[in-house]
């Protein structure tokens, strides 16, 4: 595509050659003659003026774009320059697909599953019992699907992925490799002697339409009822989901995130990686809890940030954090007010 075509594609205006073939997308820094880029934090602008790339996607707003010469590239003014690299990337870059468009020789499936038109499974996929599975759907190799499970149209489920017996996966959804939807969760009682009886896991797991799940997260089934990943949720990598959690819709997790059993996320909410929550808590809407946070307790005024542990108001948090730094200089200070006021006690007691 030349840029004058991407420009059109995305509704976007081009300022300098629009002619140029676009063979590639690259990172602004290391781009060159033939590739798109794109520029949407400013402090990457310092690289608008010596990279090499052929054209840079920029905001409508930007203002000073530097110099234009001849071995300028082209710009082309979009509203939103991320979201627009995106378009173009799926527009013009192949990729590279894993997944299988027929069912494999080596692939075990029950009599009495039911599959969709064009369902696609690879290599040594287990299909079991009274399992559904969508139209367009495709599974990787050596993926496990457990009895009575349901899945949905258009899902992707890459290698070695299980769904649980009775788990329920929507339409659109994406199982990275290694994920597990429906292990046991943690539920064992103690007895008198230190030993633990384990308590039976009878519930299920049930991922909504348009959820994205990544690699060697565990997402465990209910004791009794749902654990729930509405739609649009979105989870990182190594996470790990317990027993009855509701994670809210568009809810998004970075990686190590921990969510204990019977929590309640709201809507929209944005968790950092390696944040842990404890159990039996709720988590209002549009909550944003930075990185390796802890939360002890309910969060239950929406669109406040959090940070800590235990967690609490953001901007509270980093004063107290300054506050922990200045620490030892505080205590120097007080020391040396401490020995001025003896010496001060000392003068006053020896007066007649």
Known sequence: MTIHEIA???QGEVVGNGNVEILRVAKIEEAGPGDLTFLANPQYQKYLGVTR????LVSSALEDAGPRNGSAPALIRVQDPYLAFIRVVKKITPVLDPFPTSIHPTAVVASSATLGTNVGL????VVGENVTIGENTRIAPGCVIGQQARIGNDCLLYANVSVGHQCVIGHRVILQAGVVIGSDGFGFAPRKDGTYEKIPQLGIV???DDVEIG???TIDRATLGETVLKRGTK???LIQIGHNVVVGENTVMAAQVGISGSTKIGKNVMIGGQVGTAGHIEIADRSIILGQSGVSKSLKEPGKSYFGTPAKDQRKAQRMEVALRNLPQLMETVKELQKKVEALTKAIEKKP
């Open 215 to 217: 690699a060697n997260c």
């Open 53 to 56: 790339a052929s054209a840079v």
């Open 122 to 125: 690879g290599a040594h996929v």
């Open 206 to 208: 049930v991922v909504e």
């Open 8 to 10: 059109a594609f995305l």
């Open 235 to 237: 989870l990182d990598n």
